[in-house]
């Protein structure tokens, strides 16, 4: 995939649109052109939602539920979710940087054209999502849970994995080749679709060896 590169609020195609948000947050909402602009939600219930050609600046989301809401090219700098669900979300055309997501809930999400731009993902639950065309740039990925998920065409240049779980995953043209650290807890038997270069493939062979139960000794 081709990663496009960062824009500015006022790059946005549809910027001039863009009105400030002015709550509060509904279920079953439908939020065009709008613009989350430091906003703060506690506990907020906007699950089954629609966030059409949206931004989101400064934003900050503590606990709540976003769940079965859809995001269509939308904007997010510098936003802060924590404990938030995101579960069962539906993701295209997206564009998230230096933002954190921690304890997040995205079990079920599927992803389409995505880009996490230093970003810091600490204890996020991917399981069963569906990633396609996604990339991290220059991220942290902290015990972030790929189980059962379906990769297509994701990359992670300079970012770094530490204790992720790829147990069942099923990946496809997934480049960890440029990754600046890779740190996988589980599911290395479970990496077979993914490109990795020959000094990554040195630092894995120990924890390959024992997942496969290799012995390896010198005399």
Known sequence: MRIPAPRELTELPYAHRLEPF??????????????????????????????????????????????????????LHTVRMVGTSLADTTWLD?????????????????????VFRQCKLDSVNLRGATLREVAFVDCLLRDVDFGGATLTDVRF???????????RARLAKVDLRD???????????????????????FDLAPALAQHIGLIVEDD
């Open 22 to 75: 002015t709550g509060p947050m509904e279920r079953g909402g439908g939020y065009e052109s709008v613009h989350f602009a430091g906003s703060a939600f506690e506990d907020a219930q906007g699950g089954s939602s629609l966030f059409s050609e949206a931004a989101f600046s400064s934003a900050v989301f503590e606990r709540g539920s976003l769940r079965r809401s859809r995001f269509d090219d939308v904007w």
């Open 157 to 167: 240049p300079g970012s770094t994995l530490d204790r992720a779980r790829f147990e």
């Open 94 to 114: 997206g564009e998230f940087t230096a933002g954190v997501l921690a304890g997040v809930e995205m079990h079920g999400a599927e992803l389409r054209r995505v």
């Open 179 to 201: 990754a600046a650290a890779l740190g996988i807890t589980a599911g290395l038997g479970d990496l077979g679709g993914a490109t990795v270069s020959t000094p990554q493939l």
